[in-house]
């Protein structure tokens, strides 16, 4: 898709069919869906990628947004369909940003679901999810004033009503695609739990625009599943794509940690130089499964941060990675799912990330556990001394929790 002044501006199915009617899409990442993983990630069967989301205002600075955007933003011809997504709390600011990527993109996405602190901090991302007025605002000024269509990622609510009415809102913006995380804002970090995909269908129902789903993207699987289910025209995985960048293509099994390690690494030291810490990142994720396996390598690996160490590192781990798989062989450990759905593959093929259940005591502050603690000395001293003793156990529990 090329942008002139004359060519009239795409919207809704229109811009999606333009776009190649993309099913799989990678997911912005900050500091992870840059350049070189976009490349990976199309030659494993993304058809669309998203940028890292970049602070508008700090991008379109007039002193400082060149070093901003040199450090953060790359692109060519080859990196297309491409959309740029920016947080932004200012429509004016928001359009300045945006104008700067217009010719090098197909779509400028505005992005409604961060729920980090950094967020609340700065008033941008899902903590707007509140204020209609001013979201209205910044579609609509993109929708107007940009050579390219604005799209929009949002966060569901908790019931399926403000959902829909939320999502019909940003359509009625000028959003022409909407992307839902079927998530609500307070889930993240441990609470991060499931995706709502009821929620997502909803929305799917009830607007024109396209609409991709995003969340539980697991395996290969889960994405037909997802289509099947919300009916969503495309879907959109951010972890399970950083922990197996060829999560979009079918295959008998996931490839293995080192291969796609390695090619990643040849992207940054043939095509796309890379930040050094954003390959390491992507390092620790690929190789997830196979590092505890490891641990000298995962110790040099935290250690490193020069592109050759990356290397040599990856070469000395496919190399014993290959032996092992030799010697285990493949027979028992080919994707057979287990009663949660978690599929059994070697330590050395990608697999996604299952975050430690928590502790009983989760959402405790320090101070309560510490008063906990002093309760539990407390009682401790007032009973014998045996480990058999359920306080002393507690206690016990309680230092580590601390520790
Ligand atoms: C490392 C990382 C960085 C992320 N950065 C962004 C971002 O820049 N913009 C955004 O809208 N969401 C961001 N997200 C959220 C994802 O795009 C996605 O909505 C979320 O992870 C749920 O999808 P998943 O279940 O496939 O991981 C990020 C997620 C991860 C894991």
Redesign the pocket.
Known sequence: MTNTPDTPKLTGYDFYKALGSPRFVV???????EQAWRILSRRYDAHLC?T??FHARLFSDPEQGHKYRKEQWSTDKADRPLIV?F?ANDPQILLQAAKLVENDCDGV?L?L??PQHIAKRGHY?SFLQDEWTLIRDMISILHKELAIPVTA?IRVFPTVEKTVEYAKMVEAAGAQII?V?G?LREQKGHN?GL?DWDKIKAVKEAVKVPVFA????LYYEDVQKCLDYTGADGV???????YNPAIFAKRDMPPCTWEMAQEYLEICRDLCPTRTGIIK?HLFKILQPSLPHHTDLRARLGKANKFEEFWDITMELKKRLEEERERVGETELAGQEDIKGIRKYGYWRCQPYFRPELPADHGKSKGEKKKELKEAEATLKRSSESTENPEAKKLKESEAVLA
Do not use: Y
């Open positions: 997911a912005p990442m900050v500091d992870q869906s998203f890292p989301m997504q947080c996405d992005n679901g961060c991302g990622k992307t995380h998530r991060t995706a995003n969340g539980n993207i959109m995985s951010a972890e399970g794509s950083l990142a």
